[in-house]
């Protein structure tokens, strides 16, 4: 029992190692290079459900949708260092007083999260995603989080990036997105494996046109970092 136990506390050791060691290993190789497969993907595809992806960089991505995804997610995403503090505060006082609790996630913390993990609310991955977007935000430019949350979000049950969703839904390439399509894929994403950006809901139609007047209210500063425009 004493040698079980004590190769069980050199394993848990070993992985601890392997999960603090994981995110600034992985993400130094992949500063410049297209990633491989996330683990959502791999569980779609295992699931039957395929996987379309297909990477193309951040210039060859509709401004447009780069406007209408840092309006939609993240609005201080050029501002702040990976966790937007007063969102964070409001969800805790929310869930204090026991009301439903608004998102507070970053894309930041959304491209960290699709990087390494699986999905799920429970505070171990919580508190690997805080983990893993610190160390996202220190080794990755803005612009770069930005083309990778782009290329692998997903849009749809199989579809995965910017490029794979503009051309199944609205046969175009990302790079010639218009305005309404941006926003329309941009309305989705809370729930895209439901919702449709090619045949949206009154309620997706609604949800897009708001996104196209925050487009507009976004100044440059905070839309820099990605090179979008309305």
Known sequence: MTKLLARLRVAAIGLGIFILAAPPLVLTAFR???LPP????????????????????????SPRL???????????????????????????????????????????????????LWPGRSLLRKAL?????????????????AEVYLNI???????FGAEAAARRH???????LTRRQAALLAAVLPNPRIWSPRDPTA??????????RRMDQIGPALLACVGGKP
């Open 32 to 34: 410049l290079l297209p």
């Open 38 to 61: 996330t683990p959502l993907m791999l569980m779609r595809a295992a699931s039957g459900e395929g996987m379309d992806r297909r990477w193309v960089p951040l210039s060859a991505v």
């Open 66 to 116: 780069r406007a209408a995804i840092v309006a939609s997610e993240d609005n201080l995403f050029c501002a702040h260092r990976g966790f937007d503090l007063g969102s964070l505060q409001d969800a805790i006082e929310d869930w204090e007083a026991g009301r439903r609790t608004r998102g507070a996630s970053t894309l930041s913390m959304q491209t960290a999260k699709n990087v390494f």
């Open 129 to 145: 995603e805080a983990y893993a977007t610190v160390w996202l935000e220190l080794l990755w430019p803005k612009p770069r989080i």
């Open 153 to 159: 979000a997903e849009w749809g049950p199989g579809i």
């Open 170 to 176: 609205f046969g175009t390439s990302a790079a010639k």
């Open 203 to 212: 309620y997706i139609a609604d949800r897009a046109r708001i996104i196209e």
